[in-house]
């Protein structure tokens, strides 16, 4: 479940609460009582670790490419490629 930062803007009470993505929005602000307590815009805080897909496939994938010619194949190939496909 993700975390989210939640403030009253009647009393500035500031809270980070649990909550399930399908959750009702807390409204009521559990320090003043009033109808004011709303979610906030926050940035996500998370960090990916280990030799998954980022560091083994992406992490230096830009160095690895040395021209933009490398990018897509020479035109006899295309032409050996079935109408839609993806490759150009």
């Known amino acids: 479940m993700p975390i989210y930062d939640f403030q009253c803007t009647a009393c500035g009470y500031q809270q980070e609460l649990m909550r399930k993505v399908s959750a ?5 602000c559990p ?3 009033q109808q004011t307590f709303s ?3 926050s940035a996500p805080n ?3 670790t280990g030799s998954g897909w980022y560091a083994t496939d ?3 994938s830009q160095s690895k490419t040395s021209s933009p010619a490398a990018e897509s194949p020479p035109a006899t190939e295309a032409a050996k490629c079935n109408p839609g496909c993806a490759c150009h």
């Open 31 to 33: 320090k003043c009582a």
């Open 58 to 60: 992406f992490k230096n």
């Open 39 to 41: 979610k906030q815009v």
């Open 24 to 28: 009702p929005s807390v409204e009521v």
């Open 46 to 48: 998370f960090q990916l």
